[in-house]
């Protein structure tokens, strides 16, 4: 294999979905995708997994070959050392080259504590790059899952591929009325990420994946897909059914996503490095365990035609990475934020007091410690 290629970071996709949201059902499909015959699947049972068809050989007892050509291994310790212990094996030849990694978390987990791993341990870094989040949502059960588990809302919120599955399900007007319901609940949830629906066919390897700041195959810069930035502010809108008919949706102020806000910020001004250090660690600080998450290519002052691009989960925050050039004409900052309980204005004035060439930096940090304290 080209030394190049070899040394290139493999993409992470996380594969959520709470409990019989049908991930299980849709990673088995994944992988007979021929798309998928390089990849190592870590899961967190064997048992959740129907591969025991697949099964060519034992390659020790935690990592499976399968029929497909995929790795498959459980998470029976940490994380951070399974990553480790793949890339090892790889590098050494023990186990075939794998090109991508998918990650399906319980039914019941946070996804956060998934992304933190792999956007801050310092070996991962420099072998691992985080790609994307899909979370697979059953329309028929969705939406009281939703009002009864926050987990099964972040898993939503932070996603970049949404995968409804069970649509067949819901028949007739009843069922028509439900499926406009939950398709409106998670836009208004994650207005950013794409929604496929399973039974469609059009949740394929495909589609799902390559969602991450590049594409390892072209080494372009694909950041508008990676933001998609505009989506997070057009208003909602009114679905209509199959007889022309606008549904209305009301939302029952108890349920768990009327705490998540998704937004952009975006500004014209350059901000200085330092500043920008300043304005992430102030976010960290004062709203880390709410920013479900945050994405953002940013104007820098000392070198405006190389942006800067943030990426980060609660109080967690990748490395910034410096691009070469601006991905499309606009040079203008934008950063999504996908957040629990923080307003729009607290961010949008922060940032603002890092940008304002008369009041920025540390008279930033004294003036409007209340407002980041959630003071209006």
């Not at 009281?144 to 591929?161: C, F, I």
Request: hydrophobic share 40%; charged share 25%; proline share 4%.
């Amino acid at each position: 294999m080209n030394k190049e290629i070899a040394s290139q970071p493999i993409p992470v996709s996380i594969l959520t979905g709470f409990l019989g949201s049908g991930k299980t059902t849709l990673l088995n499909k994944l992988l007979k995708d021929p798309s998928m015959s390089n990849a190592a699947v870590i899961i967190n049972e064997f048992g959740d997994v129907g591969i025991d068809h697949l099964l060519v050989e034992t390659a020790d007892d935690n990592v499976f070959e399968m029929a497909s050509g995929c790795l498959c291994c459980t998470v029976r310790g940490d994380l951070v050392d399974t990553l480790i212990n793949l890339i090892e094996r790889r590098d050494n030849k023990d186990i075939k080259q794998f090109d991508r990694v998918v990650i399906e978390t319980t039914g019941l987990a946070d996804p956060a504590p998934v992304l933190h791993t792999i956007m801050n341990h310092p070996f991962l870094l420099q072998r691992y790059r985080l790609e994307g989040v899909v979370s697979v949502v059953d329309a028929v059960n969705g939406d009281d899952t939703l009002n009864q588990h926050h987990e099964a809302v972040k898993q939503v919120a932070v996603a970049d591929r949404l995968v409804l599955t069970k649509a067949d399900l819901l028949t007739g007007k009843q069922g028509e009325d439900k499926l406009f319901a939950i398709i409106a609940r998670l836009k208004k949830l994650n207005k950013g990420a794409r929604m496929l629906e399973a039974t469609t066919g059009e949740a394929t390897a495909q589609n799902l994946f390559n969602t991450g700041l590049y594409d390892p195959t072209t080494k372009s810069n694909n950041v508008k897909k990676w933001l998609a930035a505009d989506a997070y502010d057009k208003p909602d809108h009114n679905h209509k059914n199959k007889h022309g008919h606008k549904e209305h949706h009301h939302h029952d102020v108890n349920r768990h996503d009327d705490h998540i806000q998704s937004f952009t910020i975006t500004s014209k001004k350059a901000i200085t490095k330092w500043n920008l250090d300043l304005f992430l660690e102030l976010l960290r600080s004062y709203h880390g365990p709410n920013l479900l998450r945050v994405k953002g290519i940013i104007k820098l002052e000392e070198d405006p035609e190389r942006p800067m691009v943030i990426h980060g989960v609660q109080h967690i925050f990748h490395p910034p990475a410096q691009l070469e050039a601006w991905p499309d004409e606009d040079k203008t900052t934008r950063i999504v934020f996908i957040t629990k309980d923080i307003k729009r204005k607290q961010l949008s004035e922060l940032f603002k007091a890092f940008t304002d060439p008369i009041r920025g930096g540390a008279d930033a940090f004294r003036d409007d410690t209340l407002s980041l304290r959630g003071s209006d």
